[in-house]
């Protein structure tokens, strides 16, 4: 006869998942996640879209939130909401995902997401990075961002070079 407790004992192991953030210094953090629970984001309001391009959400999950601006660019080629979402009416998880966002004093910043999810008994891995330079005193940044989806056997991957020039300097008020 099957062991009933086992399964109960697998089953409670299932719902176990933690958060860890540290501070590396000042300017770099690390953020990571296990098995999150997002039930308590409310939902987004049901629709029906017959067209060929995919409805717009914005992100509401606090651990792709923090530091949302830093992979902003000025063409959208990372849409986090992509991360967990179902490709099917299967339910999807994200079983764990990982952060980092630094700059060092001479004007780098980088910054990192590794993710892996799972539907259907099939995994996804996610990478995405971007590094930018601030150039010409802090008013210019230069920007190069890649994405890498590695789904089964396919990977598929975008990369994007980015620059944004602000012709007015910013005034501080005293």
Request: hydrophobic share 30%; glycine share 6%.
């Amino acid at each position: 006869s099957p062991d009933i407790r086992a399964n109960y004992e697998q089953s409670n192991y299932d719902n176990i998942g933690f958060d860890i953030k540290y501070s590396i210094n000042s300017n770099s953090m690390i953020d990571f996640t296990y098995n999150p629970d997002f039930e308590q984001i409310n939902q987004d309001p049901s629709e029906v879209n017959n067209t060929p391009y995919e409805t717009f959400f914005e992100e509401k999950r606090n651990f792709f939130l923090e530091d949302a601006l830093f992979f902003q660019t000025p063409i959208k080629v990372f849409y986090s909401r992509r991360i967990g979402a179902s490709t099917d009416s299967t339910d999807s998880n994200i079983n764990y995902a990982f952060k980092f966002i630094g700059s060092s004093k001479s004007g780098w910043n980088m910054g990192s997401i590794l993710a892996s999810t799972s539907e259907s008994n099939k995994t996804k891995n996610y990478f995405i990075s971007r590094v930018s330079k601030d150039i010409l005193n802090g008013n210019s940044i230069l920007g190069f961002s890649g994405t890498n989806l590695i789904d089964g056997s396919n990977t598929h991957s975008a990369f994007s070079f980015d620059n944004i020039y602000y012709w007015i300097k910013s005034i501080s008020m005293c």
